[in-house]
């Protein structure tokens, strides 16, 4: 299959709906990318790829494409680039199937072949179970992945028929499994249940609280830094000043944007989706922008992740052997970025924080070298 074959799944972007009455100045994105309009464009030389698919069925919704991902292009379009270094491409709307399953199946042909092609592939999407398209496409070729998963929710209700309700059910316990690890990122406690958490846990999946996670935002970055998928909910994001009915309390948009920036730094992450979109609820358009805004710094994480020195140029990080308890090991720090990596007792050197450096510095395990022991 090539990307001129993945016509058939989609619908060509209308930048006369898009753009509006508003002209695109020279030096804004709607200037720079790559759109599939009358024809695909040539995506050889890509490095992003962005899509996006409205079906709201998974939400309870009978509309096959009501989500209005286009006030998101409009919004994004009209942003300035700057990294031009960093070749975008919009190749317009994955067509709602006939069942939700036909949609799963479009979003997967699309981003397997973005994935096949060494491209990142970035969905834009309506209810959060289109998350489970983007896992399959790993599952499909036996390959083992670590998902990270932003939402105020935990998608295990089996009792809710709700599809975007239940999904990672069937991802996190599915049999055969390709899931080696799951981090949980901006649960909100009164909408989970204690027993959903005793699970994960029971899993050896990471779960981080809301606020533990506003405390100190960059703990956090080593786990974008290790996973291959990433599955962002708009749930996640508080106060009404986004949209009607959203929850009071999340991530505002500054900190929103600081997790797309991670997650455009890490290297190993090439499949990400922004989910929950529905234009009935941003009259405004006041979401648009923030998830146009994310969009912005995805593609600044990016560039500046482009600065990192591969892991064998030792003279590019300076090395700290430390001992803690009976343990010796080596903590690394990039000289370029300013990120730190830890040596295992495998040896094989895994994302950390500076925190865990001062942690292990004070004779005292840090919990992430904890957690990744008791999984190995």
């Not at 979401?287 to 710094?297: D, G, P, R, T």
Request: hydrophobic share 35%.
């Amino acid at each position: 299959m090539s990307f001129y074959s993945l016509t058939d799944f989609l619908e060509p972007v209308d930048l006369a709906v898009v753009s509006g009455d508003a002209e695109i100045r020279e030096g804004q994105i709607g200037k720079t990318i790559l759109i599939y309009q009358d024809e695909m464009p040539d995506l050889s030389a890509v490095d992003v790829v962005i899509a996006s698919c409205n079906d709201l069925r998974g939400d309870g919704d009978l509309l096959k494409g009501g989500a209005g991902t286009d006030k998101i292009r409009k919004e994004f379009y009209a942003l300035y680039q700057w990294h031009k270094d960093i070749k975008i491409a919009d190749i317009g709307n994955i067509k709602s199937g006939a069942s939700i399953s036909d949609t799963y199946a479009a979003v997967k042909a699309v981003a397997a072949e973005c994935l096949n092609n060494k491209k990142r592939f970035l969905l834009l999407g309506g209810s959060h179970d289109l998350t489970l398209a983007l896992y399959e496409v790993y599952q499909s070729q036996g390959k083992i992945i670590e998902a990270t998963g932003v939402d105020a929710y935990i998608d295990l209700s089996i009792d809710n028929p709700t599809r975007s309700r239940n999904f990672l059910m069937e991802m996190l316990t599915g049999d055969p499994n390709f899931i080696k690890h799951y981090n949980h990122i901006g649960f909100q406690s009164y909408y989970v249940h204690p027993t959903m958490l005793e699970t994960m846990d029971h899993l050896r999946f990471d779960c981080y609280r809301l606020g533990k996670v506003k405390e100190n935002i960059e703990e956090i970055e080593p786990a974008f830094r290790s996973s291959d998928l990433l599955s962002f909910d708009l749930s996640a994001l508080g106060s009404p000043t986004f949209w009607e009915g959203s929850s009071p309390n999340g991530f505002n948009g500054e900190e929103a944007c600081t997790l797309m920036r991670y997650a455009g730094m890490s290297d190993k992450m090439k499949t990400l989706g922004i989910f929950g979109y529905n234009q009935k609820h941003d009259v405004n358009s006041n979401m648009a922008k923030q998830v146009s805004q994310m969009l912005w710094y995805y593609i600044d994480g990016i560039h500046f992740g482009k600065t990192e020195a591969s892991l064998n140029e030792k003279e590019m990080f300076i090395e700290c052997h430390i001992a803690f308890g009976a343990v010796e090991t080596t903590f690394i720090k990039s000289m370029k970025t300013g990120r730190w990596w830890m040596r295992m007792p495998d040896n094989n050197y895994v994302p950390c924080s500076q925190n865990d450096f001062n942690q292990a510095g004070n004779n005292d395990i840090p919990e992430r070298w904890l957690r990744l022991q008791e999984r190995s």
